[in-house]
């Protein structure tokens, strides 16, 4: 009989209905992990895939040189930071808006441009798409360079004198 109007249980249903109780809240909590994570890690950076054009690369000659490195890699032009190197300060000294006015290049109307002095025609033939169009853009006119120089050379690290 109830006490003061209320149904008392007995050990077996108090029991059982304790079981079901933690029972669906462990099956719940151990549900919201899954779905947490399942949400959480498309939000993650780690899935996103980081390459040459998204880094970050220093804006000076050593950064120009390492993005314009990890773009070969990606499409398979050869060359080395060492070889880039020497050719950039052989033909521009380091400097991006370096332009030679007096050989024959110049004289016939197509002066050699940029960090390693390639003239437009070359620039255009050898871009490689996913850089600048602007031939004076520094990691366009290396990876359009050492691109020219591995096929006519097997690598930028093959050039030690005007290409």
């Known amino acids: 009989m109830a006490v003061h109007g209320r149904h008392r249980r007995t050990r077996r249903t108090a029991r059982l209905t304790r079981a079901l109780a933690v029972g669906g809240t462990g099956a719940a909590v151990l549900a919201l992990p899954l ?3 399942t949400s959480a890690s498309a939000a993650t950076p780690a899935t996103t895939k980081t390459t040459a054009t998204t880094a970050a690369y ?6 120009w040189i390492r993005k314009s490195l ?3 890699q990606e499409r398979g032009i050869p060359g080395t930071y060492n070889g880039i190197y020497r050719n950039v300060m052989r033909e521009s000294s380091g400097n991006p808006a370096a332009i030679n006015l007096w050989d024959s290049n110049a004289v016939k109307g197509i002066p050699s441009k940029g960090l390693l002095q390639v003239i437009q025609p070359t620039f255009n033939a050898y871009h ?3 850089t600048s169009f602007d031939i004076y853009d520094p990691v366009a006119n290396i990876t359009a360079a050492c691109n020219y120089a591995a096929d006519r050379y097997g690598s930028i690290d093959n050039v030690f004198s005007a290409y």
Do not use: E, F, T
């Not at 220093?58 to 950064?63: E, M, R, S, V």
């Open 35 to 37: 779905i947490g994570a």
């Open 58 to 63: 220093p804006n000076n000659l050593d950064g």
């Open 70 to 72: 990890a773009i070969m």
């Open 128 to 130: 490689v798409p996913g």
